[in-house]
């Protein structure tokens, strides 16, 4: 597993290799979707992988204005994979965006943010590498509706996994009765389990595009799935989001499937998150680890922590960046927001997973969900816990109990603090709480995404009326 090209050289023998035909050119934007052009293979020399080639970056979303539009991709050949789905043999390679109007990376390139945040990582003196390692959760459903008019607004989504099919008459007059139900989805086997083959199928490729794969399961919920892959530095994570996510949804989408990373599309059952676990290495030691710690964790790890959670609110303008994110952080579903740490407790925001020694110490942020983009979701945490462990920010914990058992005056009394409540209150905080960010993200960069986000997902959803409203209020 891992890279298949080091240099231009490589590339192009990589390309004759595998008789590659078209170059297919990626770059994500501040949502974290992904954006491709496509060029012939003739087309592409040493020249133009290392100098870049144009597109119109006005035409991305809070992007370029029209007057100055004209952008540099610069692909990164060391990303090199070929891509599984295509008809013809297409070798995909992920770009950061330059800006030739200030003769630099892009600062609203989220990959070239997170490279940025390297270089300050390297600068701070706290260590020269840290490894992020996100794991998605995801649901398969068979198929989805939705309707958002001026007079209606639904959607339905289905998977034959649902408790609701119990009573369903299929076109075959057969109806198995075998479902995980709800909160029922964690580890059964077939035929409760109804994703064994598609899930296997999804590691195999992933594998393919040079991924080094863990394990796959079945998640908690009804039809939700987890395949665990390795951890990497905070760029390679976070491009492996990228293919991970790409791979998982295409791979349903051809066996008749459709997959979503939305934090909460079933009320009442458990979310997606995408937990993240971290480390900051230097000179080859893990600065996270001190024996006889608790949980093994050092005052490094532990000012980290404290970081993260003294500016989580801020922090999760990144970390959970829509307004579906809020339906997920409420207690009950395994999604914390009770920002304490804890060795083990999957209650708390923080946990500390299971580790003996040195190379397996780690801090695991529960948080986090998918509908982030993985650039600037990791770059946020690193850079919020560097800000603790330089001001030697204590956190709040640890705390063994079981932490959705508490009540909000409980949780108030002991002085605990919780992530917010909506992203409008995520985006304010990253109004207020934002010098921790400076020295990766600037200043045009944060007020465009904050108004970004604000005009895209904030403003829209709260002046939709939805069904339980009118189930609520439309008598009064």
């Known amino acids: 597993m891992g890279k298949f090209v080091n240099n231009i050289d490589e590339f192009f023998k990589y390309c004759e ?22 060029y012939r293979m003739s087309a592409i020399n040493a020249g133009n992988l290392t100098n870049g080639v144009p597109f119109d970056g006005s035409s991305i979303d809070a992007w370029q204005p029209i007057n100055r539009s004209d952008m540099i991709l610069k692909p990164d050949v060391e990303t090199a ?61 068979d198929d989805v509706k939705i309707k958002d008019t001026i007079n209606e607004s639904w959607y339905r989504v289905d998977s034959e996994e649902g408790e609701w099919n119990d009573s369903t008459e299929y076109a075959d007059n057969y109806n198995s009765g075998h479902r995980p139900r709800t909160k029922g989805g964690y580890f059964p086997v077939a035929p409760i389990d109804s994703m064994v083959d598609l899930r296997a199928e999804m590691m195999q490729v992933l594998e393919q595009v040079g991924l080094e794969v863990v ?9 939700q799935g987890e395949i665990g892959i390795k951890f990497g530095t905070l760029v390679e994570a976070a491009d492996n989001v990228q293919k991970l996510k790409y791979v998982i949804k295409m791979v349903a989408h051809l066996n008749g499937k459709t997959v979503t990373f939305m934090p909460k599309p079933l009320y009442g059952d458990n979310g997606n998150g995408m937990h993240v676990h971290q480390s900051i ?10 024996e006889g710690g608790y949980s093994n964790l050092s005052e490094t790890a532990l000012h980290y922590v404290g970081g993260i959670f003294k500016h989580a609110r801020a922090v999760a303008a990144f970390t959970n960046a829509s307004t579906n994110s809020y339906k997920r952080l409420i207690p009950g579903f395994e999604a914390p927001s009770i920002l304490t740490y804890s060795s083990q407790n999957r209650s708390a925001s923080c946990r500390v997973p299971y580790g003996a020694g040195e190379m397996a110490t780690r801090i695991e942020m529960r948080f986090p969900d998918s509908t982030a983009c993985p650039y600037l979701a990791f770059t946020a945490m690193l850079l919020a816990g560097l800000d603790g462990i330089k001001n030697k920010i204590v956190p709040i914990g640890p705390m063994d109990e079981d932490l959705f058992e508490l009540s909000l005056d409980e949780i108030r009394e002991k002085g605990i603090p919780q992530m917010p409540h909506t992203l409008r209150g995520s985006l304010e905080a990253l109004i207020r709480d934002n010098e921790f960010l400076k020295p990766v993200m600037t ?14 997902q904030v403003w829209p959803y ?13 008598s009064c």
């Open 17 to 38: 290799e595998h008789d590659v035909q078209f170059v297919d050119l990626r770059f994500t934007d501040l949502k974290g979707t992904w954006h491709h052009v496509t």
């Open 81 to 141: 994979f070929i891509d599984p789905f295509t008809a013809d043999p297409t070798v995909i390679l992920f770009c950061d965006v330059f800006d030739i109007y200030k003769g630099q990376m892009y600062e609203k390139c989220p990959r070239s943010i997170a490279k940025k945040a390297l270089e300050h990582l390297a600068t701070a003196g706290v260590g020269d590498v840290a490894y992020f390692g996100p794991e998605n959760e995801f649901f398969v459903f």
């Open 215 to 223: 394990l796959g399961h079945h998640e908690v919920a009804q039809a």
């Open 281 to 290: 290495w230097k000179d080859g030691k893990n600065t996270f680890y001190k």
């Open 443 to 456: 200043d045009l960069f944060i007020d465009t995404y904050q108004h970004y986000k604000f005009e895209t």
């Open 462 to 474: 709260e002046a939709r009326p939805t069904a339980f409203e009118f189930k609520t209020t439309y």
